[in-house]
């Protein structure tokens, strides 16, 4: 039908005469340019037919495409696409890792939170790092997460960047000062943090209060803190103090825009509990009304707790330790078979359930998990040359008092006698 409504460029147009479809990309007085298969033409814009886009009014002018496999195999893709964000793990078909249960528990264990934010308090070895990955990997496969910033200390930066290309296929930038700079004399009025999706940054250069402002300005999905023992929140007497790294994390954490906050710590038990407490704090605000109702749980759940290590370990420990754990439980009012795994794991996680506390951290140790090959420390002699004995007795000499008196005065022990450094003291 020839057109009854104004062309405009972006409009969909068939113009008969050529017999394609095509859209207009400007207009002239009484001619339009259109940009058809075959190429851009300039023709007469009464000679054009508008072609309605919307589905609906097409399926009421009765017309369809002829080429409905196309159709259809959209319908197949979204479909797909659908069952797998809803897939519960389908990050870990992503991985070039060898999984462990307790790592596919852990990433399941945050994935099952409305919001993905965890202490991960795995013990040295067990691959905190996976587990951060699988979070992560699941968390890009639902399209949940756009930005991710990971923060860690120096000297970790090149090992996490290579795990996550390795293990995981997902490419980092480490973003340190000189690529901000470089970064802001390309676009002087921009954010440079908004440049990069994927960040990895040292915990040292986000203290800084001038790069903590444009970093939680720059907006982050998720949050991923290693060694997050730093990012400390302590008591000295009746006043808060605040560690840089806190009051970063803290504010990233508050953002509007943060979807999940993962703090990875193998070290979590050594903190003193108002520490412990801020770190809850900042992965699951308002789980607790304050550090005194923290502490009082803290105080009430404590059987619990070795109850609970006594059924994990129960072909280790002692008749005795058994019996406490039987004990806890018929306080409990419950009764759970002790004599099998399953019994023992119900009783678990019925005692640790009434804990607010592992809702905020997952926590395993090798002990638990086993499969790893004990270690046994043996000396072995070794015959030193007469050269290698005489250096390992001067490197074994304890330092003179003439050295360390130049050291404390901050005098190079090389260029400086006993005679002067005896004089220095008669006179001071």
Known sequence: MIAQEPIQPGLRVHYPSLGQDGVVIRLYTGMATVRFPSGDKTVPIEALELRPTD???????GKFSDQTEWFDIRLRAARLQAAYRSDDLSGLVNSRVVLRPHQIFVAHRILD??????IIADEVGLGKTVEAGLVLKELLARQSVARTLIIVPPNLLNQWQTELRVKFNELFEIVDAALLRSTRQLSPDKNPWLRF???LTSSHFVRNEDVRTELVDAGWDLVIVDEAHHVRRKLEGDSVEYTLLYRTVEALKDSDTTFGVL???????QLHHFELFSLVELVDPGLYQDHEDFENEILATSDFKVAARALQRWNEVSPMDRRKAGVVLSHQGVHFDLDSAVGREDATDHLLSKSRLTQSIV?????????FTKRRARRLP???SPNERRIHAKASRPPSVRKIACLALNWSPISVSWQAVAAHFATH
Request: no cysteine; hydrophobic share 40%; glycine share 6%.
């Open 263 to 269: 703090l990875l710590t193998a070290t979590p038990m």
């Open 113 to 118: 939170k409305p919001r993905p934010s965890m």
């Open 363 to 371: 926590r395993n140790r090798k002990r638990t998990v086993g499969g």
């Open 55 to 61: 589905p609906l009014e097409l399926m009421a002018l």
């Open 197 to 199: 999706s994927r960040a």
């Open 382 to 384: 070794v015959d030193l």
